[in-house]
Nanobody
Framework: QVQVMEFGGGLVQPGGSLRLSCVAS????????MGWYRQAPGKQRELVAT???????????SVKGRFTISRDNAKNTGKFTVYLQMNGLKLEDTAVYYC????????????????WGQGTQVTVSS
C-alpha cells in the first residue's frame, strides 16, 4: 500500500516564503516522477512543478524563478520525499497544493500507478 502525505501549508503574507514537503511511503520499488499541483477555488487543478527520478525539473511559467522543487530518494526505506520551496509568494498562489507520485512501481516489473495526497492549503494574504 502506498501513502502520499503533504506537510507545510499555511498563511503567509505577499512576498513571503513557505516550504512544502511530501512523503510517499509504503511498498515502493521506484517512483518515476513526483510533483506538485494546485487548485484554486473555481479553477481546475494545474501543474506547479515536477521532478523526475533522474532530477529533471519542470515548472509552470507562473512560478519560474520563485519556486524550487527538489527530491530525496531514501535508499532502502521505502520513503520518497519531494519539497517545494516557494519564495516571493503572490496572492494568486493561494490554492490547495497537492502532491503527486507518478509511475509508482511496488516491484521492478510491476505496473506503474499514480498516487495523490489529500492536499495542503496555502493562503497568501495581507
Amino acid at each position: 500500500q502506498v501513502q502520499v502525505m503533504e506537510f507545510g501549508g499555511g498563511l503567509v503574507q505577499p512576498g513571503g516564503s513557505l516550504r512544502l514537503s511530501c512523503v510517499a511511503s509504503g511498498t515502493i520499488f521506484s517512483i518515476n516522477a513526483m510533483g506538485w499541483y494546485r487548485q484554486a477555488p473555481g479553477k481546475q487543478r494545474e501543474l506547479v512543478a515536477t521532478i523526475t527520478d533522474g532530477g529533471s525539473t519542470k515548472y509552470a511559467d507562473s512560478v519560474k524563478g520563485r519556486f524550487t522543487i527538489s527530491r530525496d530518494n531514501a535508499k532502502n526505506t521505502g520513503k520518497f520525499t519531494v519539497y517545494l520551496q516557494m519564495n516571493g509568494l503572490k496572492l494568486e498562489d493561494t490554492a490547495v497544493y497537492y502532491c503527486n507520485a507518478g509511475g509508482v512501481r511496488v516491484y521492478r516489473s510491476g505496473l506503474p500507478f499514480d498516487y495523490w495526497g489529500q492536499g495542503t492549503q496555502v493562503t497568501v494574504s495581507s
